[in-house]
DNA sequence: CTGAAAGCGCTAACAG
DNA sequence: CTGTTAGCGCTTTCAG
């Protein structure tokens, strides 16, 4: 920048100016600046730039499980929004730990992030590390998990809802004992349930004994507790699964028990990963929209990040939509 | 800092040693300091510092596909391995475009990173970014896929070992007749694909006619390819798959053709991506070690960081390992 | 429209 | 062991 102005004649400031298009300069003062930089192949330090605007461009993508591929397809969601605008995305990756979790935000912080989107792994009513950062004044957006007691931005589905959408349609294809494998203690694990609950009781049905085993996020544990519900009587003959790894595992369980899914037990999960169609059973399940959901959690993000006065949390709800494959399909369905 | 300094009487100097316990500087001034930095909950300002040191201690990760579980597996090494030593991770998404993953590794590198892993999607003999990757003279470690006429740092698994290994358990499966569904025109497809001649060449086995067809990477494309390949006559019995995305599309185009797997044609991926056990026929596939990877990867690039002078590229080859299941099992392997 | 002065928060190099 | 001086590359403020 400074061999910009010397050759050029002119000073620093001419030059800072130029090349942010600044608008006090002349068009031929800002060509010639222009035309300097690029024989030069002159790139702006952006750390300096940062040192005195306090902006880094940098966001932090908080994420559970990369190798889930709901999360996957939101990181791609989120990038193919911010990075036109010039943010640089850090992903962290916690494994589900909320302690994991709180490290990570505190780095990112520390890293002086413009904003975070965060898929949190906190227990409903954790809420230190959100105290922590509204303390910080960084915007942040939830996704995917609400937090119970966390008054912020939110992008994702009505768990309830869901798990209500799917329930119903077990009854509707002539299931009468429904099962649900249900997920951790977040909002995602217990809205569902709570949905699958609603839609059981809107039809006077009840909930079997032993009917709700606990699995967690991935296909073992889904296998598991498949093999667990598999030893109840009577057997259901049908199960709404947490998610779509769980439900991938039940159906391994199921069919290793020598069963037929959807015959003796349907099976839907949630997610819609982008595999669901390659499995052992076409797994039927509830599309939450996973790249609509990064997008629009990484445009609210950036309106937070532009705006200058605090903006008070927005929530957005995404709608559940079924998607019905072989999984759960027992009766020629009219479309 | 300028407060720790003035409420402790001491000099900054002093302060910025103790922080970072700098060798000479007085067991109890570092407690001083410290003791009252935790007391004001100071952070060092990372972007001051870095401004400085012209260390950033942020790595870029430059991946073609982040919903490819091979990566996302690749990204959590990385990050096990990075994470502690104080780096970030920033990862970019380039979809198998070799122009995005230009851009991508320029804004990397105008964000000075320190480093940069690299999946390339640059074809075989563009070897331009690499040229602009040296000339900058950050480290950088290509992983994967090696890229012809780049001398630089790689970690992966050799190719044509992988094709070979792939084919021979085909062949020794009974399998007569074998095909290849081949990659895109990178080290990974071309290699894969010299492995698979290798085999057959190695039992005097010769290729059908129309025997290789163009896969890409994903699951669509091997569904695809596979229908075409069902055209041919004699059809194929056994087929060799780029990679187990391209496999299971395979599966599920041989399936809807009425016929079995591996019955009437046993099929082999490579990637051992984590949901293979679950496909509709569990897939028999090449392990890459995709976290062992990873890791390496990072050690390697780590190394080459911390170094004051460049460090000669160095190639670190990972061993495939095969992984049979029911895709291609046709014989009652002896254990 | 252009420029001079001041400083962002920190550290390297050297002197005491 | 501690402190002083200088400066990283840029922008903000305000005066020409």
Known sequence: MKDIARDLGVSLMTVSKALRNHSDISQQTRERVLKRMRELNYQPDWIARSMVTRRTYLVGLVLPDLMHSFFAEVAKGVARKLGPLGYQIVISNTEEEGEAERRHVEVLLTRKVDGLIIAS???NGQV??????DRSKVPYVLIDRMVAGVE?????????????????????????????IRGPALATGTGR?????????????????????SGQY?????????????????????????????????????????????ED?????????????????????????????GESAADLLSQCMEAKAPVSPRRIFTTPRLIVRDSSRRKETVV
Chains 1, 2 share one sequence.
């Open 121 to 123: 792994a906190q227990r």
């Open 128 to 133: 230190e590390l959100f105290e922590i950062l």
């Open 152 to 180: 912020a931005n939110y992008v994702g589905v009505k768990d309830d809802d869901l798990g209500a959408l799917a329930t119903e349609h077990l009854i509707e294809q002539g299931c009468r004992r429904i099962a649900h």
């Open 193 to 213: 349930l709570r949905g699958y609950r609603r839609a059981l009781a809107r039809h006077g049905m009840e909930v079997g004994p032993n009917y709700i085993v």
């Open 218 to 262: 991935g296909d073992t544990t889904g296998y598991e507790a498949m093999r667990e519900l598999l030893q109840t009587n009577p057997r259901p003959d049908g199960v709404f699964c947490y998610n779509d790894p769980v439900a991938a595992g039940a159906i391994k369980a199921v069919l290793e028990a020598g069963l037929k899914v959807p």
């Open 265 to 293: 037990i349907a099976i839907v999960g949630a997610g819609n990963v982008h595999y669901s169609d390659l499995l052992r059973v076409p797994l039927s399940t509830v599309d939450q929209g996973s790249s609509v959901i």
